[in-house]
């Protein structure tokens, strides 16, 4: 296998199916572990409101049949009552959100892989090399046994190589496989500890996000999920981070070098900001003939889609760093170097498939858009509104006002609103309706009244009028 056929191997988007040859490969006990139990990624992709589809459903019902006949007692087991659906379907919901968890080991796993696969790849290429040199050449015998001692070192530290790019690919894959068990784990009846376990894992990601690595190390160790977070990838990324805060650019170009058929894939232009720092950098020092020079070598291939941007950090070689032109002394700017650190942010959460914001953020915002009102933002705002402290204020800034001030009600029949106009009547079986609708069934059926939800057969008569205060 080449190495455009592996790239191309590598960036397949990630798919979790139950006959999947590639997963079937590199998860086989996992995969075993989902045949046999009721409670899997496809199961719950093809449940996506707690209901079975009629497929899953005749298959189940085979089965359950074949296991009756097989086994009594297991199926009286089968026969015993099922967790209630409202749970089922909370937690086959939950589990749709789940796709960063899985995506963002599973494109390391790739990553590594193909690392590891330049590497061999480069170190056989030289030996090789080397073994044709030494057969064409006549040198002495001593030079020959000096060419074929140098090819046995080599070939020695490319074995350990091997051995250390293997126990890494072992150690990702555990990775990916300790989260499908976890996924695969989730139980209506164990939900309370896993939505904990879930919690936590929300909690360290935020904490990553906003580099407080060594916290976050400390909750997954003593909560013991460090194979459900993504610590070692954020470090990775921590790196290249520091570097640009420290206006280093070399991790950053090193980073786009390991990573370039993916943003090339995306259409980034992360690598070309980067360029285009090192040069100002040039400039800024005063070596114009060395910016000169790496404008040619590396800014001029990015000529043909850029040329307009590009014309315009070449024309800081007549400006200098000192202008007054506010065109070019923005360039010159020390924001310059924040906005490359958010690119990299944004480049790196879509490389791994991560979403930009931290889901803390994510769940917190989906939560507040449901207490939103304008009277949060009023001095005499209760206390018990979490919208009453500033930092969930400033968190809901964005949202759309949501929750009503006063409670309305809507009639189950015509779905029109209750009030004084259209009051609400009681059923002697407490269920309230809209006057509106009752009259009109009434109407219908000679002063007789049925309640479309328990069936509840009485007089017009008989309806009590309820106020709201």
């Known amino acids: 296998m080449d190495q455009m056929d592996l790239d191309h191997d590598l960036d397949e988007p990630l798919t979790v199916e139950m006959d999947s040859d590639r997963s079937r490969r590199l998860f086989p006990r996992i995969f075993t572990n989902y045949s046999s139990r009721s409670l899997s990624p496809v199961l719950m992709d093809s449940l996506p409101n707690g209901t079975p589809t009629s497929t899953t459903t005749t298959s189940s019902s085979a089965t359950s049949a074949a296991t009756a006949a097989s086994n009594p007692t297991a199926a009286a087991a089968a026969a015993s009552p099922a967790p209630p659906p409202s749970k089922l379907a909370h937690l086959t919901e939950s589990l749709k ?38 057969v064409d050449s006549d040198g002495s015998k001593d030079d020959a046994v000096n060419r074929l001692t140098s090819l046995v070192s080599r070939l020695q530290g490319l074995k350990r190589k091997l051995e250390e790019g293997s126990r890494v690919e072992n150690l990702q894959a555990q990775r990916c496989r300790a989260r499908l068990d976890h996924l695969e784990s989730a139980d209506a009846e164990n939900l309370a500890d896993w939505n904990d376990t879930r919690l936590k894992r929300i ?102 889609t850029d040329m307009q941007k590009l014309q315009k950090y070449t024309a800081t070689l007549a400006f200098k760093s000192t202008t007054d032109c506010a065109r070019y002394k923005v360039l010159f700017e020390p924001k310059q170097w924040d906005i490359l650190v958010d690119q990299f942010k944004q480049e790196f959460c879509k490389l791994y498939g991560m979403t930009l914001e931290p889901l803390l953020t994510i769940y917190l915002q989906a939560g507040l858009s449901a207490l939103k009102t304008p009277y949060c933002y009023e001095d005499d705002c209760t206390k018990e509104d979490p919208l009453s402290q500033d930092s969930f ?44 609708a009752l009259e009109e069934m009434s109407r219908k059926n000679n002063g007789k009244i049925t309640c479309p939800r328990t069936g509840l057969i009485c007089n017009y008569t008989d309806l009590v009028k309820a106020y709201i205060s």
Request: with cysteine; charged share 30%.
């Open 97 to 134: 959100l789940e796709h960063q968890f899985l995506r963002v080991p599973f494109e390391h796993y790739k990553k590594t892989i193909r690392a590891n696969h330049r590497a061999v790849e480069k170190e056989v290429s030289a030996v090789i090399s080397g073994v044709s040199d030494a």
């Open 203 to 304: 909690l360290v990601d935020y904490m990553l996000r906003m580099s407080y690595y060594d916290t976050a190390v400390k909750l997954a160790e003593s909560s013991n999920i460090m194979d459900l977070v993504d610590i070692d990838v954020f470090q990775e990324a921590k790196k290249v981070i520091d570097a640009l805060e420290n206006k280093e650019v070399a991790p950053a170009l090193a980073w786009c070098g390991d990573n370039r058929s993916r943003l090339k894939k995306s259409k980034s232009k992360f690598e070309f900001q980067l360029r285009l720092q090192e040069f100002i950098e040039l400039v800024r020092a005063g070596n114009e003939l060395r910016a000169i020079t790496y404008a040619r070598k590396y800014l001029a291939p990015w000529g043909p």
């Open 393 to 436: 204020r400033k968190l809901a800034l964005p949202l759309p006002f949501s929750k009503q001030h006063h409670s309305k009600l809507v009639c189950y029949i015509t779905k029109e609103l209750m009030d004084t106009e259209n009051p609400p009547q009681v059923l002697p079986n407490g269920y309230v309706y809209s006057t509106k």
